[in-house]
T-cell receptor, first 113, second 111 residues
Framework: DAGVTQSPTHLIKTRGQQVTLRCSPKSGHDTVSWYQQALGQGPQFIFQYYEEEERQRGNFPDRFSGHQFPNYSSELNVNALLLGDSALYLC????????????FGPGTRLTVT | QKEVEQNSGPLSVPEGAIASLNCTYSDRVSQSFFWYRQYSGKSPELIMSIYSNGDKEDGRFTAQLNKASQYVSLLIRDSQPSDSATYLCAVWDTGRRALTFGSGTRLQVQP
């Protein structure tokens, strides 16, 4: 049973560029949530996708956008990258939108220079 | 703003001892609580969930919940050096339908 997968593992981008991160949920899960984790902090909620729509959003600017595909996989896009966007980006999947256990993928380490 | 507070540590315990990790939360209506373990450079791994007042045991781990005091704790019995990690407390935010995390407590188990 495959767990949550994410790609790429690491990424280095320059300020102003755009980036796309990808996530495949755990088998049987239909809901994907994205989190940003800065060094020394807990993960911060970016948004959640269910049935191919953004259902909930945290306190992140519109530069952060996403998509969910019919097979439940998801993408996170960040435009106009800032140095402060450097972080570990985590995808978590769950079997629904409710207070279910969320399982995290290995994360994508984004460095903006 | 709803908050989850944890002592950043490090909490240092000798091998074989009981490690006690604590977490308080501000949202009185919260009903679902989770503990994650995160090794350095890795992603969070779910180790316990608890929804009702009282204790929940799973192997060497016991989660304790007291909703009246808005307090969640994690006990690790017979601590091993491999338990050395950051432990994140997470609370389900019903309004946002998302987890709110504390900043984590770093645990060091000394051999």
């Amino acid at each position: 049973d495959a767990g949550v997968t994410q790609s790429p593992t690491h990424l280095i981008k320059t300020r102003g560029q755009q980036v796309t991160l990808r996530c495949s949920p755990k088998s049987g899960h239909d809901t994907v949530s994205w989190y940003q984790q800065a060094l020394g902090q807990g993960p911060q909620f970016i948004f959640q996708y269910y049935e191919e729509e953004e259902r909930q959003r945290g306190n992140f600017p519109d530069r952060f956008s996403g998509h969910q595909f019919p097979n439940y996989s998801s993408e996170l896009n960040v435009n106009a990258l800032l140095l402060g966007d450097s972080a570990l980006y985590l995808c978590a999947s769950s079997p629904g939108q409710g207070a279910y256990e969320q399982y995290f993928g290995p994360g994508t380490r984004l460095t903006v220079t | 703003q709803k908050e989850v507070e944890q002592n950043s540590g490090p909490l240092s315990v000798p091998e074989g001892a009981i490690a006690s990790l604590n977490c308080t939360y501000s949202d009185r209506v919260s009903q679902s609580f989770f503990w994650y373990r995160q090794y350095s450079g890795k992603s969070p791994e779910l180790i316990m969930s608890i929804y009702s007042n009282g204790d929940k045991e799973d192997g060497r781990f016991t989660a304790q919940l007291n909703k009246a005091s808005q307090y969640v704790s994690l006990l690790i019995r017979d601590s091993q050096p491999s338990d050395s990690a950051t432990y994140l407390c997470a609370v389900w935010d019903t309004g946002r339908r998302a987890l709110t995390f504390g900043s984590g407590t770093r645990l060091q188990v000394q051999p």
